[in-house]
């Protein structure tokens, strides 16, 4: 079965500071996906990637930067300079057809708060 | 262009009662997923429409249920509301049936059952 670990439940940083949200994932499958969202206080859950099983190159968007290495099983997220609003919760998220299942497995989240 | 909808955005029930939740995906997504997000328990998979037909469904009783519509909007039914019940719950849409497809989420319907 699938599943996925978010270990951190609560990071505090100060703003500026780089930090790094940690993801383990468990599948049978070979072809999956890995996601992240962002939930704010609003509520929303925001998109902000997805990867599949056979691209590990990392990817870097702005200050957002994601190293995702099959042999550990982790896709780990960092965000550089952080800044107030990216405090939220934020998802990792794993996609697999295992067993029909076509459902996105969700971690518990990390909950991170950046102090100016 | 229109992100996923969903209304009503707060809702009030006592116990025993029925609900309904509705959803409306983004044009030209033909999927819709529900999630229920209660304290402390994280997002749970609830349901999967694609194509107006039900595609799977996670761990959650019977009188969860729902449907879609020809237009690919989708309604979400509680029957017999338990406190337990009292969540946020999000639809989700996305292009195609499966296949890793980014879901994009609507602002979610939080109801409270008392």
């Known amino acids: 079965a699938q599943k996925v670990t978010q270990a951190q439940t609560e990071i505090s940083v100060v703003e500026k500071e780089d930090v790094t949200l940690d993801c383990v994932y468990e599948?049978?499958?070979?072809?999956?996906?890995l996601f992240w969202y962002k939930q704010p206080p609003s509520g929303e859950l925001v998109f902000l990637i997805r990867?599949?099983?056979?691209?590990?190159q990392n990817e870097i968007s702005g200050r957002y930067s994601w190293n995702f290495q099959k042999s550990t099983s982790s896709f780990n997220f960092t965000i550089t300079a952080s800044q107030v609003v990216d405090s939220a919760v934020y998802f990792c998220?794993?996609?697999?057809?295992?067993?029909?299942?076509?459902?996105?497995?969700f971690g518990k989240g990390t909950k991170l708060s950046v102090i100016p | 262009e229109a992100g996923v909808t969903q209304s009503p955005t707060h809702l009030i029930k006592t116990r025993g009662q029925q609900v309904t939740l509705r959803c409306s995906p983004i044009?030209?997504?033909?999927?819709v997923y529900w999630y229920q997000q209660a304290l402390g328990l994280g997002l749970q998979f609830l349901l999967w429409?694609?194509?107006?037909?039900?595609?799977n469904r996670g761990n959650f009783p019977p009188r969860f249920s729902g449907r879609q519509f020809p237009n690919y909007s989708s309604e979400l039914n509680v029957n017999a509301l338990e406190l337990e019940d009292s969540a946020l719950y999000l639809c989700?849409?996305?292009?195609?049936?499966?296949?890793?497809?980014?879901?994009?989420f609507g602002p979610g319907t939080r109801l409270t059952v008392l």
């Open positions: 989700a849409s996305s292009l195609e049936r499966g296949g890793g497809n980014e879901q994009f």
């Open positions: 599948t049978r499958d070979t072809t999956y996906y």
């Open positions: 990867r599949n099983s056979f691209d590990e």
């Open positions: 998220a794993l996609f697999d057809s295992g067993a029909g299942s076509y459902q996105l497995t």
């Open positions: 044009s030209g997504h033909t999927s």
């Open positions: 429409y694609d194509e107006g037909e039900e595609r």
